[in-house]
Protein backbone atom coordinates (compact mmCIF):
# COMPACT_ATOMS: atom_id res chain seq x y z
CA UNK A 1 0.00 0.00 0.00
CA UNK A 2 2.80 2.55 0.90
CA UNK A 3 4.87 1.46 -2.44
CA UNK A 4 1.48 2.00 -3.79
CA UNK A 5 1.12 5.37 -2.59
CA UNK A 6 4.77 6.21 -3.23
CA UNK A 7 4.88 6.01 -6.64
CA UNK A 8 1.60 7.67 -7.68
CA UNK A 9 2.77 11.15 -5.34
CA UNK A 10 6.08 10.31 -7.70
CA UNK A 11 4.18 10.65 -10.77
CA UNK A 12 1.89 13.86 -9.54
CA UNK A 13 4.61 15.36 -8.84
CA UNK A 14 6.02 14.91 -12.17
CA UNK A 15 3.12 15.86 -13.46
CA UNK A 16 3.22 19.27 -11.46
CA UNK A 17 6.86 19.82 -12.54
CA UNK A 18 6.25 19.67 -15.93
CA UNK A 19 2.96 21.83 -15.65
CA UNK A 20 5.34 24.61 -13.59
CA UNK A 21 7.86 24.44 -16.21
CA UNK A 22 5.34 24.97 -19.44
CA UNK A 23 6.04 28.45 -20.68
CA UNK A 24 3.82 29.55 -23.24
CA UNK A 25 5.94 33.04 -24.19
CA UNK A 26 7.17 33.62 -27.64
CA UNK A 27 10.89 33.94 -28.17
CA UNK A 28 12.86 35.62 -30.76
CA UNK A 29 16.92 34.78 -31.60
CA UNK A 30 17.92 37.50 -33.39
CA UNK A 31 21.06 37.93 -35.17
CA UNK A 32 22.51 41.17 -36.18
CA UNK A 33 25.77 41.19 -38.69
CA UNK A 34 27.69 44.14 -38.34
CA UNK A 35 29.63 46.09 -40.80
CA UNK A 36 33.12 45.90 -40.88
CA UNK A 37 34.66 47.93 -38.33
CA UNK A 38 30.94 48.75 -36.50
CA UNK A 39 30.63 45.61 -33.97
CA UNK A 40 31.40 48.18 -31.08
CA UNK A 41 29.51 50.71 -32.18
CA UNK A 42 26.29 48.44 -32.30
CA UNK A 43 27.15 47.23 -29.16
CA UNK A 44 27.47 50.73 -27.55
CA UNK A 45 24.20 51.28 -29.22
CA UNK A 46 22.55 48.66 -27.46
CA UNK A 47 24.17 48.80 -23.93
CA UNK A 48 23.13 52.41 -23.92
CA UNK A 49 19.54 53.06 -25.64
CA UNK A 50 18.46 49.89 -27.26
CA UNK A 51 18.10 47.08 -24.52
CA UNK A 52 16.23 50.03 -22.11
CA UNK A 53 14.00 50.68 -25.18
CA UNK A 54 13.17 47.35 -25.97
CA UNK A 55 12.25 46.81 -22.16
CA UNK A 56 10.05 50.18 -22.33
CA UNK A 57 8.07 48.72 -25.39
CA UNK A 58 6.96 45.59 -23.27
CA UNK A 59 9.67 43.71 -24.64
CA UNK A 60 11.82 40.88 -22.07
CA UNK A 61 15.91 41.08 -22.54
CA UNK A 62 16.71 37.28 -22.02
CA UNK A 63 20.44 37.41 -22.92
CA UNK A 64 22.92 39.39 -25.51
CA UNK A 65 26.39 37.65 -26.59
CA UNK A 66 28.74 37.81 -29.10
CA UNK A 67 30.48 34.50 -30.66
CA UNK A 68 33.77 33.46 -29.54
CA UNK A 69 35.07 33.61 -33.03
CA UNK A 70 33.31 36.21 -34.62
CA UNK A 71 34.44 36.30 -37.70
CA UNK A 72 30.98 37.12 -39.28
CA UNK A 73 30.71 40.47 -36.53
CA UNK A 74 27.58 38.80 -35.36
CA UNK A 75 25.76 40.33 -32.36
CA UNK A 76 23.41 37.42 -31.13
CA UNK A 77 20.27 37.99 -28.57
CA UNK A 78 17.01 36.70 -27.35
CA UNK A 79 14.32 38.06 -26.04
CA UNK A 80 10.51 37.13 -25.04
CA UNK A 81 6.87 38.10 -25.70
CA UNK A 82 3.13 37.18 -24.40
CA UNK A 83 2.30 35.91 -27.62
CA UNK A 84 3.32 36.81 -31.33
CA UNK A 85 0.49 39.73 -31.66
CA UNK A 86 2.27 41.56 -28.77
CA UNK A 87 5.73 41.27 -30.50
CA UNK A 88 4.43 42.83 -33.46
CA UNK A 89 2.89 45.47 -31.72
CA UNK A 90 5.86 46.13 -29.33
CA UNK A 91 8.40 46.19 -32.77
CA UNK A 92 5.82 48.44 -34.21
CA UNK A 93 5.74 50.77 -31.35
CA UNK A 94 10.02 50.99 -30.62
CA UNK A 95 10.44 51.43 -34.43
CA UNK A 96 8.33 55.11 -34.56
CA UNK A 97 9.58 55.64 -30.97
CA UNK A 98 11.38 59.29 -31.46
CA UNK A 99 14.21 58.15 -29.26
CA UNK A 100 15.28 55.57 -31.11
CA UNK A 101 14.83 57.46 -34.55
CA UNK A 102 17.09 60.01 -33.01
CA UNK A 103 19.68 56.98 -31.44
CA UNK A 104 19.96 55.49 -35.26
CA UNK A 105 20.01 58.54 -36.71
CA UNK A 106 23.14 59.49 -34.47
CA UNK A 107 24.67 56.19 -34.81
CA UNK A 108 24.48 55.85 -38.18
CA UNK A 109 26.19 59.77 -39.14
CA UNK A 110 29.38 58.04 -40.59
CA UNK A 111 27.32 55.01 -41.87
CA UNK A 112 25.47 52.24 -41.22
CA UNK A 113 26.47 49.69 -38.70
CA UNK A 114 24.11 46.73 -40.03
CA UNK A 115 24.28 44.53 -42.47
CA UNK A 116 21.35 42.60 -41.89
CA UNK A 117 19.30 41.07 -39.46
CA UNK A 118 18.31 37.52 -39.21
CA UNK A 119 15.03 36.26 -36.79
CA UNK A 120 13.76 32.96 -35.80
CA UNK A 121 10.84 32.41 -33.62
CA UNK A 122 10.82 29.75 -31.25
CA UNK A 123 8.64 27.86 -28.22
CA UNK A 124 10.16 26.89 -24.62
CA UNK A 125 10.36 23.16 -24.95
CA UNK A 126 8.34 21.01 -22.11
CA UNK A 127 11.51 19.86 -20.58
CA UNK A 128 13.15 23.36 -20.27
CA UNK A 129 14.54 24.56 -17.28
CA UNK A 130 12.80 28.37 -16.74
CA UNK A 131 14.30 30.85 -18.95
CA UNK A 132 15.28 33.57 -17.48
CA UNK A 133 18.29 35.77 -15.54
CA UNK A 134 21.19 33.41 -14.85
CA UNK A 135 23.98 35.07 -13.29
CA UNK A 136 27.48 32.86 -12.18
CA UNK A 137 30.38 34.15 -12.90
CA UNK A 138 32.84 34.11 -15.88
CA UNK A 139 30.88 31.24 -18.35
CA UNK A 140 30.85 30.43 -21.99
CA UNK A 141 28.13 29.87 -23.36
CA UNK A 142 27.27 27.39 -26.45
CA UNK A 143 24.34 27.96 -28.95
CA UNK A 144 23.44 24.32 -30.42
CA UNK A 145 20.89 24.01 -32.98
CA UNK A 146 19.55 20.39 -34.22
CA UNK A 147 18.13 19.69 -37.60
CA UNK A 148 15.71 16.73 -37.40
CA UNK A 149 15.92 13.67 -39.89
CA UNK A 150 12.33 14.10 -41.29
CA UNK A 151 9.44 13.49 -39.32
CA UNK A 152 11.98 12.57 -36.42
CA UNK A 153 11.98 15.94 -34.05
CA UNK A 154 9.66 14.22 -31.61
CA UNK A 155 12.12 11.27 -31.00
CA UNK A 156 14.98 13.60 -30.51
CA UNK A 157 12.85 15.72 -27.96
CA UNK A 158 12.24 12.70 -25.94
CA UNK A 159 15.91 11.59 -25.73
CA UNK A 160 16.59 14.96 -24.57
CA UNK A 161 13.94 14.77 -22.47
CA UNK A 162 14.34 11.62 -20.75
CA UNK A 163 18.25 11.31 -21.14
CA UNK A 164 20.19 13.55 -22.60
CA UNK A 165 19.85 16.94 -20.34
CA UNK A 166 20.58 14.44 -17.12
CA UNK A 167 23.20 12.82 -18.71
CA UNK A 168 24.53 16.48 -19.82
CA UNK A 169 24.41 17.77 -16.38
CA UNK A 170 26.50 14.79 -15.42
CA UNK A 171 29.17 15.58 -17.61
CA UNK A 172 29.33 19.48 -15.89
CA UNK A 173 27.16 21.12 -18.62
CA UNK A 174 24.70 23.72 -17.13
CA UNK A 175 20.93 23.51 -19.09
CA UNK A 176 20.33 26.94 -19.27
CA UNK A 177 17.42 27.37 -22.13
CA UNK A 178 15.62 25.15 -24.57
CA UNK A 179 13.55 25.88 -27.54
CA UNK A 180 11.26 24.78 -30.67
CA UNK A 181 11.74 26.58 -33.88
CA UNK A 182 7.90 28.07 -35.06
CA UNK A 183 7.68 26.97 -38.22
CA UNK A 184 4.81 27.49 -41.17
CA UNK A 185 3.76 23.43 -42.51
CA UNK A 186 5.25 21.54 -44.08
CA UNK A 187 8.59 22.62 -42.71
CA UNK A 188 10.01 20.57 -39.94
CA UNK A 189 10.94 22.67 -36.36
CA UNK A 190 14.33 22.64 -35.09
CA UNK A 191 15.87 22.29 -31.58
CA UNK A 192 18.07 25.32 -30.30
CA UNK A 193 19.71 24.79 -26.79
CA UNK A 194 21.68 26.95 -24.70
CA UNK A 195 24.49 25.23 -22.63
CA UNK A 196 26.94 27.26 -20.01
CA UNK A 197 30.22 25.85 -19.40
CA UNK A 198 33.30 27.31 -17.05
CA UNK A 199 34.82 27.65 -20.89
CA UNK A 200 35.38 26.56 -24.54
CA UNK A 201 38.13 23.88 -23.76
CA UNK A 202 35.64 22.75 -20.54
CA UNK A 203 32.75 22.62 -23.25
CA UNK A 204 34.74 20.54 -25.54
CA UNK A 205 36.21 17.99 -22.79
CA UNK A 206 32.74 17.40 -21.21
CA UNK A 207 31.21 16.59 -24.90
CA UNK A 208 34.16 14.22 -25.58
CA UNK A 209 33.79 12.77 -22.07
CA UNK A 210 30.03 12.54 -22.96
CA UNK A 211 30.14 11.02 -26.14
CA UNK A 212 32.07 7.46 -24.31
CA UNK A 213 29.61 7.68 -21.44
CA UNK A 214 28.01 4.00 -21.87
CA UNK A 215 24.81 5.12 -20.83
CA UNK A 216 24.83 7.99 -23.79
CA UNK A 217 26.09 4.71 -26.17
CA UNK A 218 22.95 2.57 -24.85
CA UNK A 219 20.41 5.39 -25.40
CA UNK A 220 21.61 6.56 -28.57
CA UNK A 221 21.57 3.12 -30.18
CA UNK A 222 18.61 2.46 -28.75
CA UNK A 223 17.01 5.85 -30.37
CA UNK A 224 17.96 5.61 -33.48
CA UNK A 225 16.86 1.52 -34.06
CA UNK A 226 14.87 2.88 -37.18
CA UNK A 227 17.48 4.94 -37.88
CA UNK A 228 19.76 8.54 -37.38
CA UNK A 229 17.00 10.84 -35.83
CA UNK A 230 19.36 14.24 -36.17
CA UNK A 231 20.32 15.12 -39.25
CA UNK A 232 22.89 17.88 -38.74
CA UNK A 233 24.39 19.68 -35.65
CA UNK A 234 25.47 23.39 -35.45
CA UNK A 235 27.33 24.71 -32.92
CA UNK A 236 28.71 28.29 -31.83
CA UNK A 237 30.78 29.61 -28.52
CA UNK A 238 29.55 32.79 -27.17
CA UNK A 239 30.55 35.41 -24.55
CA UNK A 240 27.90 37.10 -22.79
CA UNK A 241 27.99 41.09 -23.12
CA UNK A 242 28.12 42.95 -19.72
CA UNK A 243 24.64 43.62 -19.72
CA UNK A 244 23.12 40.15 -20.50
CA UNK A 245 20.74 38.73 -18.30
CA UNK A 246 22.44 35.78 -18.97
CA UNK A 247 26.20 35.93 -18.00
Avoid at 115 to 128: L, P, R
Avoid at 134 to 141: C, E, L, M, Q
Avoid at 199 to 221: C, H, Q, Y
Amino acid sequence: MKKAYMLLLGIFLSLQTIAQNTDSRVFELRIYYAEPGKLDALVERFQKHTVQLIKKHGMENIGYWLPVNNEKNQLLYVLAYPNMEAREASWKAFIADPKWKKVAEKSERNGKILTKIESVFMKAADFSATIGASKKGNRVFELRTYTAAPDKLDNILARFRNHTTALFENHGMTNLAYWTTIEENPVQPKLIYILAHNSEEAGKKSFDNFRKDPEWIKVKTASESNGIIVEKIESVYMKALPFSKIR
